[in-house]
Every structure is written in C-alpha cells, then in structure tokens.
C-alpha cells in the first residue's frame, strides 16, 4: 500500500499518461494469492466431501468427528501456520481464515475444534515458548498425532477471567494445580491442555501463569460431557484438577505473565471464529438461494417475493462486510501490525451476521426450516453458540470501545 | 486420416529428440502422468440458443480419472523410488490443475500452454502431447486417465502410444511392478477381468476403479506455487511450427454440441406394495431395462 506522500508523487509521474493507470498502480489488492486460493480450495474440496455428509448425524448423536480429524493431520489442518520445521502447513493468516471459513460452511463443529486446536492450543507454543517445549509438542500437535485445547473459563470467571480461582502454587521444581475449568472445547478428547492458573492471587491478573498440561497426569480429570444447544459435535467439558503436579518446564512464558499470553493468543483466535461465522452464514445464504428458487407458493418461486429478496441482499452484504473485517484483520497480523480492535470488530460482526443470517434463513424456509433435516436449523443453533465463546459480543464491544475511545 | 498420422509419426521421428531408450536399466521409475482441466461437469449448462458449453463461472478442476492415474503414478514411486511429472496442455489456467496434482504429491509439472495449441482435436492433443514426453525424454511409464468427462472420446492415451510407439493398455483397474521392468495391469473389462503383462516403457490409461486418490496437501501449498516447480512450455519449445497444432492442423471438428431432449414424465404406478411392484418389473422387463 502506498503512503499519501507516494500517492501524490505517483500522481505527479503518472497523471499525464492517464488516470485509470495512476488509478491501478495505487489502488489496494483484493486479489489472493495462488496459495491462498490453493489452500481454499484444498479445504473446501475436503470439506464438502469429508464433513458436509455426516454433519447432521454428528451434531445430532454428538459424535467428535475423530475419524475426519484422524485424516486432516497428515494433511496439514492442524497445524495451518505454523513453520514446516515443527511440522506445520507454514502458511499465512490469510489462508488459515480461508481454510477455517470452508470447513465451518460443511461442519462448524470440526472448524471450532480445528480452530481451537491451531489457534490457542499449538500456537501460543509457538510464541511464547522455549525450543525445547517446542520441539516437544509442535510435532506432534501440527500433524494432528495430537489434540490441543485451551482452558481459562471457570465456573465463576468467564467474561472476567482475571478472577480466576485455578491455583498453582510453585513446590519445588514443580507446580501443584487445583481447580476448576469450565466448557472447554475438547476437554475429553485432548492431549495437551494449555491450562491457566493463578500462581500469586493477590497480584490478581499480573499473577496468572499458563501451564502446558499433559493428559494422563494425575490428579487431572474430566468431568461431565456438556449437552449443548448448538456446535455439538465438539466436546465440550469440566476439567478438574486436585493436586496435579505440573513440572517447572511446562510453564509457558514467563510466571506471571499468563493473562496477557492468554488475551494475545486469543487475538488471533478471534479472528478465526469469525472466519468460522461467517462459514456458517455462509451455509445458510447458499441453503436459502437454493430453496427459495426450488419452493413455489402463489404459483411463484420464494425467490420471486421481494420480501424475501430483500432478506437474501442483506445476508450477502453482511457476509461481504464480514469477510471483508476479518481479511482485514489477517492482513494485519500476517504484516506484523496490532490488530487487536479489528480481531475483536471481526469476530463481533461475523458471529452476529451469522445469527442474523441464520435467523432470517430458517424464516425463508417456512415450517422446514424448524426441521433437522434442513441445514438452516443447525446454522441456527451454531450461530447462537459463536457469539457468546472466545469473548461474548458484548466482551467485544468493550474491547472496541477501549480502542476507541482514549 | 492415415496419411496425416503418418506425417505427424514422421516429424517426431526426424526431431532431434529422442523416443524412451528401451533398454535402459531400471532402478528408479520415471513416471509422466498427463492432466486435463475440466469444467465440473455437474455445474455445466449448456446454452439451449447456441448449443455450445456455458463455461461462465463453472469451477474447473483436474478430469477426475487423471487423479486416479495420479494417485497410481504417486503410490507406485512411494513403492519404488522415482519421480512423478505432471503434464497438461490448456490455456494459462490450466495451471491451478498442476498446482493441484504437485500439492497431491508430483514431483514437478509441465504446462503446455499458446495460443498455437487451441483448438486441437485428440490427434493433434495427443501429437503435442507426445512431443513433450520426448522433450521430458527421461521416463518409463505414461500414466493417463482413461477419458475426460467433458470431451469424452478415451482416445488421447492410446494416441499418445501411437505416436511414441509404446505398448498401450487400457481400462487398468490394478497395477504391480515386477521385477525386470514389467507391469502386470489389470484391466477392467465389461464383465470379466484380464491380466496383462507388458514390459515398460508404456502407457496406461485407468479407470475411477483402480484407486482412492489422495487429496491434496495443504503441506504442499507453498512448493507447488513456487514457479520452479511448474515449466511452461511454448510451441517454440516443442519445435513445432502452427501448420501442425492446434484448430489448424485437426482433421476433426465438432459439428454440433447439444443436450438431449429429457422431457420424460413421471408415471404413477397404483395398488399397493406387491402389484406396484409387479407393475415396475413388467415395465422395465418391457422397456429392456432388466
Ligand atoms: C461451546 C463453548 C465452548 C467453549 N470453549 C472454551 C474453551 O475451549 N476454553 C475456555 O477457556 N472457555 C471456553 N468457553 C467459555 C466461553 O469463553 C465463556 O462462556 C464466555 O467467555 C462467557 O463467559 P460466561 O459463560 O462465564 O458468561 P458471563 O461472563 O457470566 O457472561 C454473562 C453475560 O454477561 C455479559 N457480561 C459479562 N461481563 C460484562 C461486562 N463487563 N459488560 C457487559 N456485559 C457483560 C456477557 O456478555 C454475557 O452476556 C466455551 C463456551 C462455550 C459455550
Ligand atoms: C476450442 C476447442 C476446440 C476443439 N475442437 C475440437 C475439434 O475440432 N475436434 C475434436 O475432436 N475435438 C475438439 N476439441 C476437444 C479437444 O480436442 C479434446 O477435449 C481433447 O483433445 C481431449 O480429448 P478428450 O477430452 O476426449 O480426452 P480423452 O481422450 O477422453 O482423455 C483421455 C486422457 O487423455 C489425457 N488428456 C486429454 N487431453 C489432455 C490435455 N489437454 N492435457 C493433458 N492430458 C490430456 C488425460 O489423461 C485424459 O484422462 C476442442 C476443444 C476446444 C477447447
């Protein structure tokens, strides 16, 4: 992109040969990248051939499509950008918001779990770790051979989560971790789990610390399985802690600076639930095209009433503005620009564009539309459950507003 | 017909490259698997007013039994060591097709891509294509799909054979390298299966049947963008003048593309399960169907 001062020279030099060229050599590129288009493609081929058939079973019998995950490590799904030389795909954020949209526009529970593994439960490793914690878990995290998962949320710290109450009090050249976490995406399922906790509770948020927790050590457990409204084919569960001796190597990044390590990496995150949102709009956009030219009534077409028109032209503006918010956002992590404000615009306005679209889809589909045969009610139910996770709409808000007014 | 194969044979013949040198030891194979980009033929429409292929907008993507030949090229290197090539000819989009067979695991791709080139019917395809193949000239085994789902006509394989003068077989729905440098092919065939064993260098053309293709590999993304990997070649690369490629030198064209009528109507069979039944099978044994 060019600066004013460029701008202005350029004109001086190009003006006279024409405007449109002036016009072409300072505009900005919406154009992707032939990786990036490649890795679009690559995702939504699986997608549409590995998700989209068993979606609706999965959702509805809750069942963890470990089998599609099993087959997208190999693949490069898990550990999308992350350098080769820990085994990741080593591509950029705009390709990962590219592969995370096309998976959730199939299945928006895989893309939640792929999302959640890549973003904050192997990338934080990435940046914040030491080589050696490196090199002991990126491999086996990127190729999939692992799961990774997250856990800040707490019974009584969610929004708030400098409140938390997790302990881990330093006993040698170890850690003791009591507590409980609340709803975490692959809870069960996982292999490691990056878990924070406070180390010093009277510093508050300056005194959490964020562990890496293997599965397997003791006194670490999972509780129940949570029976959810929507996003249902992800487990989402209690982990429990009593007395699990964590070693002093597997705390991730300094003691005591957890918190700031855990909102950095859910920055990027973000951005990748609203990828994963504006999958699911998306998906209820393209059902709603299709049924409201296929269904007749008053000897019409759905698709005639521009009532319903309407409806349609303003799923695809938000859909454009959305995926135009979390480019935006991509753009500015892959240039190593702050991009916390538009993470925080990105997901806000995915996740709502993906409710309003979804709710505005079942009203097109009528009756059918209530029906679990129709892609539309799950998008529903979905679209509901992104809004509230990885920081709700109203945490967002807050976050924008703080940049925004100063 | 014959007469224009025949000069086609002899400018291979006379070029100064050079057929597959058969007595070549093999320790690795060197195997070249050719590619074409199709529309997706289940978004294809065809426009009623001028009968001709609406390809507007239509996503393309790789002639699927291509992927199976690929898939074939890439497990037997993974067996026995060697290289896999990809090689279409088509316009510069064409391109996203090899892209998508190195990101499957090919080695390295060959375009071949000019204006020259359009319009070429099979003969004219297969002729430019084999004189590539001379030009890659290391190789042991051409791999092809058995026919593209848009043109349809199975005959750029065993063309390709006749202009290298290659052992050809066909419909291989099973491949195993033996030791001295042979193939045993199995071929698919209407309702019986056949075993052949042919010595390489030859081409084969597969079917959907032999194989699961891989998909492509989000791990390869960034290689098979990378220029180095896709040569794209010009008819000033292969030595050929436009009198012999391309709309110009084909003795075929199409005269006509057209949808057939489908204004069949639904019938509504009465009775309950055992007559509607009975009536089904009486009318289809009517209709020859079974
Ligand atoms: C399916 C699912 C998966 C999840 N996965 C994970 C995971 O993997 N790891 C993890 O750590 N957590 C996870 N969570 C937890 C999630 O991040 C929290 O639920 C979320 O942050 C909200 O916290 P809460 O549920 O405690 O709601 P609360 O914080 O109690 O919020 C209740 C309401 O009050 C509003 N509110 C709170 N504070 C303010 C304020 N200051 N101003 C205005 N409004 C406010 C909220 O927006 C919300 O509307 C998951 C949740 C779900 C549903
Ligand atoms: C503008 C235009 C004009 C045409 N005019 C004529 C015409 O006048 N007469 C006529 O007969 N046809 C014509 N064609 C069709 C064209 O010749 C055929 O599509 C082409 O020769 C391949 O034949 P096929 O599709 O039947 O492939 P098949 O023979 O069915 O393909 C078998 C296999 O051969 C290989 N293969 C085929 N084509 C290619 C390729 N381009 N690159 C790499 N591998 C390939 C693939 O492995 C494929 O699976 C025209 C096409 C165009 C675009």
Sequence with gaps: MYSVHEICRERSRQFPKGFSHFIKRASMDFELTRQQKLARKIAREFAERELAPHAQQWDEEMTFPSEALKKMGPLGFMGISIPKQYEGAGLDGISYVLIIEELARCCASTAIIVSVHNSVGAYPIYALGNEQQKQKYLPDLCSGRKLGAFALTEPNAGSDPASLETMAEPCGDHFLLNGVKTFITSGSTCDTVIVMAATKREKKSRGITAFIVERGTPGFSVGAKENKLGIRASDTCELIFENCRIPAENVLGEVGAGLTAALGALTFGRVGVGAQALGVARCAMEECVRYSQERKQFGKPLASFQALQWMIADMATQIEAARMLIFKAAWLKDNGKPFAAEASMAKLYASETAMNTATKAVQIHGGYGCMKDYKVERCFRDAKVIEIYEGTSEIQRLIIARNTIK | ?290
């Excluded at chain 2, 199709?38 to 065809?46: C, K, L, M, N, S």
């Design chain 2, 1 to 290: 017909m014959s007469t224009i194969f025949q000069d086609l044979v002899d400018t291979l013949r006379k070029s100064t490259l050079h057929f597959a040198d058969t007595k070549k030891l093999m320790n690795t194979l060197n195997i070249i698997v050719t590619i074409k980009q199709v529309p997706d033929t289940a978004e294809v429409r065809i426009d009623p007013k001028t009968n001709s292929l609406m390809r507007e907008g239509v996503p393309s993507i790789i002639n699927p039994e291509d992927r199976n030949a690929l898939e074939a090229a890439l497990a037997l290197r993974e067996a026995h060591d060697g290289t896999v090539t990809a090689l279409s000819m088509g316009p510069p989009q064409a391109r996203d097709a090899l892209e998508e067979a190195l990101c499957m695991g090919a080695d390295l791709a060959v375009l071949l891509s000019d204006r020259a080139f359009a319009g070429a019917d099979t003969l004219i395809t297969a002729f430019t294509l084999s004189r590539a193949i001379m030009k890659i000239a290391k190789y042991d085994l051409i791999l092809c799909g058995r026919q593209a789902i848009d043109g349809d006509t199975a005959q750029v394989g065993p063309q390709i054979a006749g202009f290298l003068d290659l052992p050809q077989v066909t419909y291989a729905e099973g491949l195993e390298l033996k030791k001295g440098g042979s193939l045993i092919v199995q071929r698919g065939l209407e309702d019986s299966n056949q075993w052949v064993q042919v010595k390489l260098p030859a081409l084969i053309t597969v079917t959907g049947r032999i194989n699961h293709p891989r998909y492509p590999n989000l791990y390869n993304v960034a290689d098979s963008c990378d220029d180095a990997k896709i040569k794209i070649w010009t008819a000033k690369d292969l030595q050929l003048p436009q009198a012999m490629l391309g709309l110009g030198a084909s003795p075929t064209t199409v005269k006509k593309i057209f949808e057939p009528d489908r204004k069949m109507k639904g019938e509504m069979i009465p009775g309950d399960e055992r007559q509607m039944a009975e009536a089904l099978i009486t009318k289809l044994k009517e209709m020859h169907v079974i």
